[in-house]
Each structure stands twice: as structure tokens, then as C-alpha cells.
């Protein structure tokens, strides 16, 4: 009799170990499936779809000052970190340089930023960076801030969630056109998405202000 007992206490065991590892295993599955990148046409949002670049900058930059480091993203900017950041783990692809060229004419205004922006992925340590002029007519210039954005996105929490666990701007600032910023600065996360933005704010003396968005690589 002790030895049947014995006999299926021990099958229970197995039984409930057996859920155990198939509940992991498809928790670990899941969490994958939720956070691998997906194409551009895959997005299910309307905020995410047929996005321009300069739009694909702006939805980056409302994504980056709406949340906390740590804090999950909503279902819709989870979704748009997955179709247009840059995934971390390719690592063919870990030191990418995009150039930078944009010009804004508003109002009698006019702005122009060029030259490169870099990220340089490692595992857990990272640097990004860039090398950029801008230049600015239409009126007495105050100063010229060029300025430099990077996040990198990874796992939040306990469910899997993506959220941000880096984001840092570097920025100079200039009296005069042209104005030069190059300038790189090294994180340690672990980050599944990455994102560049990039851009010059140029302020005139009477009051006005112009910015010039770059890329984002």
C-alpha cells in the first residue's frame, strides 16, 4: 500500500513539474513573440502606418518624453518601437552611420543641418554620437543648439514588456552660423531597439525659434 502511494506521489510530481516547464517555456515563447521585430507593414495602429521620416522622428521623440526609464509602453508604441527602431542583436550591422542632411524654410526662416550621426552596439556597452553643422539665415541669430538624442529600449519589469532603459541627449550650443557640434558618449544597457534623433533649434534675437529635425537611424 506504502509503495503505491509512494508510486503516485511521485507521478503527481512529475505531472506537476511537466506543467511547470511547459508554462515557462510558453511564457518565454510569448514574451519573444511580443517583443521580435516586425515590418513596417505588419503595424495593426493607425498612429504607426505610412509614417514619413520626419513623422517616424516626432512619434519617436512623443514616445521618448512620455515614459520613464522602466516604465512599460503602451500596446500601440510598443508596437511602433518594434517596426521602426533599430534591433539591437543584429550584430552584423553593431556600428551604423547614417548621413544627416534636412532643410527647413518657415516664415522667412531658414535652417539646415548636416553631416553624420553614429550608434556603435556592443552587447551591454554602447557609444553613439555624430559630427553636425548647422546654419541658419532670416534674421539675427541668438544661438544655435544642435543636439543629439539616444534611447534604447529593452525588458521592463516582470511581464516581458518593452520600455526605455536608456535615454540621453548631448547637445552644444553656438552664437553664430555655422555652428559645429561633434561630440559621442558611451551607456551600458540591455537594449533590444535602439533609436538616433537628431536635430538643430535655432533661436533669433527677435524672439523666434526654428528646429530642423534630422534622421533617425
Not at 188 to 194: D, E, N, R, S
Request: glycine fraction near 10%; charged fraction near 10%.
Amino acid at each position: 500500500m506504502k509503495k503505491k502511494i509512494l508510486t503516485l506521489f511521485i507521478a503527481l510530481c512529475l505531472i506537476v513539474a511537466s506543467s511547470t516547464v511547459a508554462f515557462a517555456v510558453e511564457s518565454e515563447e510569448n514574451q519573444v513573440n511580443n517583443t521580435n521585430p516586425i515590418s513596417k507593414i505588419e503595424v495593426n495602429y493607425l498612429v504607426n502606418m505610412n509614417l514619413t521620416d520626419e513623422q517616424v522622428a516626432q512619434r519617436f521623440q512623443y514616445i521618448n518624453s512620455s515614459y520613464q526609464i522602466g516604465q512599460p509602453f503602451s500596446k500601440e508604441d510598443t508596437e511602433f518601437v518594434r517596426a521602426y527602431a533599430y534591433p539591437a542583436k543584429q550584430m552584423s550591422r553593431a556600428l551604423s552611420t547614417q548621413n544627416i542632411e534636412n532643410t527647413v524654410n518657415s516664415g522667412g526662416f531658414y535652417g539646415r543641418i548636416t553631416g553624420t550621426v553614429f550608434t556603435n552596439l556592443g552587447v551591454t556597452n554602447h557609444s553613439f554620437g555624430g559630427n553636425l553643422m548647422s546654419t541658419a539665415t532670416g534674421g539675427t541669430i541668438n544661438k544655435i543648439n544642435i543636439w543629439i538624442q539616444c534611447t534604447a529600449y529593452g525588458i521592463v519589469g516582470s511581464d516581458g514588456l518593452i520600455g526605455l532603459v536608456y535615454n540621453k541627449t548631448i547637445s552644444g550650443t553656438g552664437t553664430q552660423s555655422p555652428t559645429y557640434f561633434n561630440s559621442s558618449q558611451p551607456f551600458t544597457a540591455g537594449a533590444l531597439y535602439t533609436s538616433v534623433v537628431c536635430g538643430s533649434t535655432i533661436t533669433y534675437n527677435s524672439g523666434s525659434t526654428l528646429t530642423v529635425p534630422g534622421r533617425v537611424i
